[in-house]
């Protein structure tokens, strides 16, 4: 659904084979394991024309038929797979912080499954429904570090509501919509809902969204106790795979320039603090 984030195409039919904020300090600051922190901005306001619930709703209902398809096509790995047993892992050390960015994540059902195909894809919808493919973790060959910093980006993508901000836009204006019957009590609403419910793994972010969520997954992996110079060779990994490739994708709705690298290159510095005290154990989540 993002970074990674195409449109999703059928999973293949071969078996397997085997805080509401963001670091903003100063440089002196900086070194330190306790970090000033700017709020990145409040959700807007125009979430509210999609209730929260409703897309977390159909989110898991996309989801738990895209695992169906791939579980029947045997491209659902089994939940002892090495490599879905690296990926909760990660997700185990990620979620305790995810509520600094969204409350309403402390309640949601996290998942997180591994599907067999050579897309270099992943992503976290809303409600804390995760995945990935196998393609970016073997084609990229994802340490742990950059496999936590994909993971973050996504989630961040899910904790600032950025499918939820987009869909809003889309029912504001009307665009492409057909509004009808009852779906869920909301009237209208709901049947704006479920039509949109379907377009969530196809969802194009702006490259403000893609930025903020560079931001906060990069704070969010280091405060699980991730490098966060990982996010840069992630970035690194991702040109040299769409040049070897003749391009990827995802590339063309993710900007991958020497722009995003450098971004993410400043701001670095910002969260080792943070990492280094999780690194430490002086560093836990709120509570």
Same mark, same amino acid.
């Given at each position: 659904?993002?970074?990674?984030?195409?449109?999703?195409?059928?999973?293949?039919?071969?078996?397997?084979?085997?805080?509401?904020?963001?670091?903003?300090?100063?440089?002196?600051?900086?070194?330190?394991?306790?970090?000033?922190?700017?709020?990145?901005?409040?959700?807007?306001?125009?979430?509210?024309?999609?209730?929260?619930?409703?897309?977390?709703?159909?989110?898991?209902?996309?989801? =738990? %038929?895209?695992?169906?398809?791939?579980?029947?096509? &045997?491209?659902?790995?089994?939940?002892?797979?090495?490599?879905?047993?690296?990926? &909760?892992?990660?997700? #185990? #050390?990620?979620?305790?912080?995810?509520?600094?960015?969204?409350?309403?994540?402390?309640?949601?059902?996290?998942?997180?499954?591994?599907?067999?195909?050579?897309?270099?894809?992943?992503?976290?919808?809303?409600?804390?429904?995760?995945?990935?493919?196998?393609?970016?973790?073997d084609q990229l060959r994802l340490t742990d570090d950059e496999a936590a910093m994909v993971m973050g980006h996504e989630m961040a993508h899910a904790l600032r509501e950025h499918a939820r901000? +987009?869909?809003?836009? @889309?029912?504001? @204006? =009307?665009?492409?919509?057909?509004?009808?019957?009852?779906?869920?009590?909301?009237?209208?609403?709901?049947? @704006?809902?479920?039509?949109?419910?379907?377009?969530?793994?196809?969802?194009?972010? =702006?490259?403000?969204?893609?930025?903020?969520?560079?931001?906060?997954?990069?704070?969010?992996?280091?405060?699980?106790?991730?490098?966060?110079?990982?996010?840069?060779?992630?970035?690194?990994?991702?040109? +040299?795979?769409?040049?070897?490739?003749?391009?990827? %994708?995802?590339?063309?709705?993710?900007? =991958?320039?020497? %722009?995003?690298? +450098?971004?993410?290159?400043?701001?670095?510095?910002?969260? %080792?603090?943070?990492?280094?005290?999780?690194?430490?154990? @002086?560093?836990?989540?709120?509570?």
């Amino acid at each position: 659904m993002c970074l990674l984030c195409t449109a999703l195409r059928p999973a293949p039919s071969a078996p397997w084979s085997a805080r509401r904020a963001f670091v903003l300090a100063s440089a002196a600051a900086a070194a330190a394991p306790a970090l000033a922190q700017v709020d990145v901005g409040p959700p807007s306001g125009m979430r509210a024309l999609v209730p929260a619930e409703a897309l977390e709703s159909a989110a898991t209902q996309q989801y =738990s %038929e895209l695992l169906a398809q791939a579980r029947a096509k &045997r491209a659902l790995a089994p939940d002892n797979h090495p490599q879905l047993l690296r990926l &909760r892992a990660i997700a #185990r #050390r990620l979620i305790p912080f995810a509520p600094q960015w969204n409350p309403r994540a402390a309640q949601w059902r996290w998942e997180v499954n591994l599907i067999g195909s050579k897309q270099i894809n992943a992503f976290c919808m809303p409600g804390g429904k995760i995945a990935f493919f196998t393609g970016i973790l073997d084609q990229l060959r994802l340490t742990d570090d950059e496999a936590a910093m994909v993971m973050g980006h996504e989630m961040a993508h899910a904790l600032r509501e950025h499918a939820r901000a +987009q869909f809003a836009k @889309t029912r504001a @204006t =009307s665009i492409g919509l057909s509004l009808g019957a009852q779906l869920l009590g909301l009237g209208e609403l709901g049947n @704006t809902v479920a039509d949109l419910g379907t377009k969530l793994l196809a969802l194009k972010f =702006s490259r403000a969204d893609e930025s903020e969520a560079d931001l906060v997954g990069l704070e969010l992996g280091a405060r699980a106790g991730y490098d966060p110079h990982a996010a840069v060779t992630l970035w690194q990994k991702m040109n +040299q795979a769409a040049a070897g490739a003749g391009g990827l %994708e995802f590339l063309s709705t993710h900007p =991958s320039g020497p %722009e995003r690298i +450098q971004t993410l290159e400043q701001n670095v510095p910002r969260v %080792e603090g943070l990492y280094l005290g999780a690194r430490s154990g @002086t560093l836990a989540p709120e509570r």
